[in-house]
């Protein structure tokens, strides 16, 4: 975990100018709601560098009312919404649909945690219904997803003929923790099959510097085109901030 100060000196560190930034799904609702003001009090401390995503349970049933205030408050999408123990009861859709269903009312994207659904255990690797995800995504044509940690490999399906390149039109795949997981070739694989436009940056900070992916985003090939894309420009794109 960092404060806000630790991510701002990282990020000078780094030449970042702007950062999206979320708290941890805790279970315990006066939690989130503390770690969301936190997010939005950085905002308001660095208005032009960081923005924040509104980090819910989807267990909890607050978590629609929290959305809503922190949406109201300027908060630009949800996120990172993840669950690493099985489900209490009812299915992956039923509780993630009103989420998304709120997000769809802000014209805001959804960030999902997901994981490979195979190869070594970890902490954090949660055990995700992989076609529940997909059929997710499916139920809500026009929503706007982002799927952490390269959506577990989801966007290698787009290679099917038939269906799953339109049911992923408005989903996105973000880099987090890609140095501990991939060989640095996905990269080249994935701009190849989804484009480098539909790849948004992300750091799993502090755990990782942006050395590391830009070091294997040139192992890759990339062209500085496709670097700075992944880097910055997709996600000022799809959440239309910063302003140039």
């Not at 805001?108 to 055990?127: A, D, Q, S, T, W």
């Not at 269906?163 to 039109?169: G, I, N, P, S």
Request: glycine share 10%.
């Amino acid at each position: 975990m960092s404060t806000d100060e630790g991510l701002m000196e990282a990020m000078d560190r780094d030449g970042i100018r702007a950062s999206v930034t979320f708290g941890f799904p805790w279970r315990q609702p006066d939690l989130i709601r503390r770690s969301n003001d936190y997010v939005l009090e950085a905002m308001t401390r660095y208005p032009n560098r960081l923005l924040g995503l509104v980090c819910l349970n989807p267990e909890l049933p607050e978590a629609i009312e929290e959305g809503e205030r922190c949406l109201k408050a300027g908060m630009k999408g949800l996120g990172e919404i993840a669950l690493y123990t099985p489900l209490t009861g009812g299915s992956w859709i039923d509780r993630m649909g009103p989420l998304v269903e709120l997000a769809a009312r802000w014209t805001v994207p959804v960030l999902l945690h997901i994981n490979e659904p195979v190869g070594h255990p970890y902490p954090g690797k949660g055990r995700q219904p992989f076609w529940e995800v997909y059929e997710l995504i499916k139920t809500f044509p026009t929503a706007l997803f982002i799927l952490a940690h390269w959506g577990g490999g989801l966007w290698w399906y787009q290679l099917l003929k038939r269906e799953v390149r339109q049911v992923l039109e408005h989903t996105y795949f973000d880099t987090a923790a890609s140095p501990f997981l991939y060989h640095p070739q996905i990269y080249d694989y994935a701009v190849k099959i989804i484009g480098s436009e539909k790849i948004l940056y992300g750091s799993d900070f502090p755990l990782l510097p942006l050395g590391r992916y830009i070091q294997e985003m040139e192992q890759a090939g990339l062209t500085p085109d496709q670097q700075a894309a992944i880097l910055g420009k997709n996600t000022q794109r799809l959440l239309g901030w910063p302003s140039i």
